[in-house]
């Protein structure tokens, strides 16, 4: 990499964190399904799906925010990039990814395209993306159709299966992005027929502006694009400032506004246009009369192209601020350099990862995450009481979901799921995505994890709010973990003390957080509690935050587990901070005593005899608190039983010696509260390099934990733990009560259970975020047992291992998900070659949101590397063992 400067990359973000170079200002901030969302739903039953549909997206302006594909935009959404395409054969321009609703889907809502991020740096100055799109009729009809077929005990029928892609014919689009400077950027489209004949193809690289001038969101001036007479597009905005577009070649330039075709959606035939949906009609209808050749508010490129088999096309655009235009001719050499540049960075990332196809899995996933990133715009006090220049919404609104939440005004750039399936934040997704971010980008990490608990995200009662469709439901608080461990990754790349002020800014908001858990989550005051939800879907016997009728309170084995390691983990923080300022020790032994507490109610329940640990099974269930004082334990074998691993701590002595006070109260509870002393694991003896154990389990619990969760029949998978024991699959658990008859079953796929609709699962799949921590655990673990603690694994092999030895393996497997086998194939694919494989282009992944329990097939959300790219980790932590 000769001439090539190595820290380039490093370089911008470091610009970017200190507030000096906003390189971030453009970024892959466009949804790519903006349609069926709650933000954009104004309808009386609160049926997002049904009120703007796939169908409506092309002609009715959108409200919130924008969709489009491979799309780029600036960090408000007020200028948008993005690509559209037409073979010739399709009844829809191509301007969205297609994808079935909860409804029409056998598994719920469903992406059915084939797409890829394949590249990617933290600050964008690079951007790669794939799109295969088929050169016959895009098979809507029977997507839909057979899907719609097919129950929920059928698996998904996917847009392979239809045979579009069948002998090649299709385009490979790739779309990149580079940074010449933080307000200019290139657009490189290269299109290869796959097919072994020639094709038509209508390549439409499209320019807009959000429909902001609708709703009087800051006046109603509109912004404009037009054409100058060099050829170059002027792009004026009252806020963005003026932009220049240039291109290479001679494409028809179609203008029109991104506004609601009002002839199409609201009865008025004579409304003159032209509209949104101007582009698809003068491309796939040919009405030319719908399109203007000068301005507009969006713009079309149209290059009708028909390329020979295995013909390549490249073709060029340059997005730069100013009122000068750019040529596009050097953009090669901008495009040469951001790559190189993108190789050195993950060159350094990747330091000890010797094998090509694991450093492909780890650029992948990271591409994933960085494309992940969308503007979130949504702002509940206006979308309940209406627009200014809207008709009002209909009164129901206010009781539909979200009511509680009337202070939430969100317009940042976040870290999503999944930006088609899920393009909306999840608390607890976002958590787990901020470990592997902190691995390319601490600071935009750290921000994520800081802006959750902002005035305009967190209720002024504490709670954080959980995900669009419901934020008054209860995700994992999980949100503390992820700060320690982030604020631990960025202190381990960058030595020193770390990030203290980002530490104290974050435990100072979790503190009010903490305290609304135990206000409103212990209905009962005894340290038990009833999460609810807890984001396990169905992983119950009923939906946990609305038990049946005749139910009384469900203790959950693991909310409570959670809270443990909540308290646990915020200790663990004030001990940190303590280090530098002593006024925390005393918080830390308030988390502690906390601690201890909840570790008591786990066992037994406020001295009543009752408790969540089953001394006959050896496992911990939730328990149902009937309304005559009876328990009724859920002897449900799940993942819910193996949360309370997560709830450990080790101390190493030092920290005790330079801590005194908190050694002295520490100590007083100890002795005087022997009761509590004792669920603590040989306080007095110590472990290895006498650190101390903070823990749910003592030796023989974590064992007895383990011998379940290790065992081949029961959890332990190819590819990971499952997140429910195959035992069911046999001997399902059923449950008769109050006249209702519950069962769970084993189903290590898809869904078969309609308690929380669309693809949620938590009845046999593996989960990455849940093995992840139970890797983290067993390695917390063993720092205090030593190498002289083995347990067997797996379970009847008879042999046995030390728990890091345990974490490794489970780590292997994890990673076993996306390596290359022997044949070629992944078992992500599911004993599928992917489109691509035959032209020695299959290496394009996918990272899921879940995995067959058997198989280790991807399932669920199909472009998930929010949490899924935990994978970077065990990479690197592989790396190191070999």
């Not at 073709?315 to 050195?344: F, K």
């Not at 995450?369 to 006090?381: A, N």
Request: contains cysteine.
């Amino acid at each position: 990499m000769d001439g090539v400067d190595r820290w380039a990359e490093r370089r911008r973000i470091a610009e970017q964190g200190r507030g000096e170079r906003p390189w971030s200002l453009w970024g892959p901030y466009l949804s790519e399904r903006q349609w069926g969302t709650v933000r954009e739903d104004y309808s009386r039953d609160g049926n997002a799906w049904r009120f703007l549909t796939h169908e409506e997206a092309r002609s009715r302006a959108y409200r919130w925010g924008e969709d489009g594909i491979a799309g780029l935009c600036d960090d408000r959404g007020l200028l948008c990039l993005s690509l559209a395409l037409w073979n010739g054969r399709d009844r829809i321009l191509k301007e969205r990814l297609f994808g079935l609703t909860n409804e029409e889907g056998n598994h719920g809502e469903d992406v059915k395209e084939l797409y890829h991020y394949l590249d990617a740096v933290p600050s964008h100055a690079y951007l790669k993306f794939l799109y295969r799109y088929p050169q016959a009729a895009f098979p809507y009809e029977a997507l839909l159709a057979e899907s719609r077929r097919r129950g929920r005990a059928e698996p998904e029928y996917e847009i392979e299966e239809t045979g579009v892609f069948a002998d090649g014919r299709y385009f490979d689009v790739t779309v990149e992005y580079a940074k010449a400077d933080i307000h200019d950027i290139h657009m490189v489209v290269t299109v290869v027929n796959r097919g072994g004949a020639p094709a038509a193809l209508h390549l439409v690289p499209q320019l807009w502006y959000r429909n902001t001038w609708s709703w009087d969101e800051a006046g109603r001036e509109r912004p404009r694009l037009t054409r100058l007479p060099d050829g170059a597009v002027a792009c004026a905005h009252p806020r963005l400032g003026p932009y220049r577009l240039t291109y290479e070649g001679e494409p028809d330039l179609l203008f029109c506004e991104n506004d609601t075709n009002l002839r199409r959606h609201a009865g008025q035939p004579e409304a003159p246009g032209p509209f949104k949906d101007g582009i698809h009609a003068a491309i796939v209808e040919g009405e030319r009369g719908a399109v203007s050749a000068l301005s507009g508010t969006k713009l079309g490129l149209r290059y009708a192209l028909r390329l020979g088999a295995g013909e390549r096309v490249r073709l060029r655009l340059r997005l730069c601020a100013g009122t000068l235009s750019r040529p596009v001719d050097r953009q090669d050499l901008v495009l040469d350099q951001r790559i190189a540049e993108a190789d050195s960075f993950y060159e350094d990332l990747q330091d000890g990862i010797e094998d090509a196809d694991r450093r492909a899995i780890f650029r992948q996933a990271a591409a994933g995450l960085i494309w992940s990133k969308q503007l979130y715009r949504y702002d509940v006090r206006l979308w309940q009481q209406g627009d200014p220049l809207q008709p009002a919404p209909p009164a129901e609104r206010r009781d539909i979901r979200n009511g509680a939440w009337r202070h939430f005004a969100a317009a940042d750039v976040l870290s999503m799921p999944d930006k088609w399936e899920y393009p909306w934040f999840a608390v607890w997704d976002l958590a787990f995505h901020c470990l592997p971010l902190a691995l390319l980008d601490p600071g935009f990490a750290k921000s994520q994890l800081l802006l959750l608990t902002r005035e305009w995200y967190m209720h002024p009662n504490g709670q954080l709010p959980a995900y669009e469709w419901e934020f008054g439901d209860t995700n994992p608080p999980v949100h503390a973990w992820a700060a320690f461990r982030v604020f631990e990754i960025d202190r381990d790349r960058r030595g020193g003390r770390g990030d203290l002020a980002f530490l104290e800014g974050v435990f100072h908001k979790l503190l009010i957080n903490f305290t609304w858990w135990v206000n409103r989550k212990d209905a009962t005051g005894r340290n038990v509690f009833q999460g609810g939800f807890l984001g396990l879907d169905n992983v119950g016997v009923f939906d946990r935050s609305r038990p049946p009728p005749g139910f009384g309170l469900v203790h959950q084995a693991d909310g409570t587990a959670w809270m443990a390691m909540y308290a646990l983990t915020m200790m663990r923080i004030a001990l940190e901070l303590a280090l530098h300022n002593d006024v925390y020790e005393s918080t830390a032994s308030k988390f502690f005593e906390h601690f201890l507490l909840i570790a008591e109610a786990m066992t037994d329940m406020g001295g009543e005899g009752f408790g969540l640990w089953d001394e006959e099974d050896e496992f911990y269930y939730d328990e149902v608190d009937l309304p005559d004082g009876a328990m009724i334990p859920l002897r449900v074998r799940s993942i819910v039983g193996l949360v309370p691993l997560f709830a450990v701590e080790v101390i190493e002595p030092g920290m005790l010696q330079r801590l005194p006070d908190f050694a002295r109260r520490l100590h007083w509870v100890l002795e005087h509260r022997p009761h509590l002393a004792r669920l603590v694991s040989r306080w007095t003896e110590g472990g290895v390099g006498d650190r101390k154990l903070l823990s749910l389990l003592r030796g023989h619990r974590m064992k007895a934990l383990l011998r379940r969760m290790l065992d081949e029949s029961e959890f332990l998978s190819p590819f990971g733990i499952r997140s429910l024991s195959k035992v069911h699959k046999e001997h399902p658990y059923s449950l008769d009560a109050f006249g209702a008859s519950f069962t769970v079953r084993y189903d290590p796929a898809d869904s078969t259970s309609n308690m929380f609709g669309g693809n949620s699962n938590w009845r046999g799949p593996v989960w990455m975020p849940m093995n992840y921590l139970i890797v983290e655990s067993l390695r917390r673990f063993h720092a205090y047992y030593g190498d002289d603690f083995l347990v067997e694994y797996p379970t009847g092999s008879g042999e046995h291992r030390t728990l890091k030895a345990i974490a490794d393996a489970l780590e292997d497997r994890l990673i076993a998900l996306f390596t290359k086998g022997a044949d070629g194939g992944r078992p992500i694919f599911g004993g599928r070659m992917p489109v691509g494989a035959s032209s020695g282009d299959g290496d394009a992944l996918l990272f899921h949101e879940f995995f067959d329990g058997d198989t280790g097939r991807g399932l669920g959300a199909s472009h998930q590397t929010g949490w899924t790219a935990l994978v970077l980790g065990l990479l690197l932590n592989q790396a190191k063992r070999r």
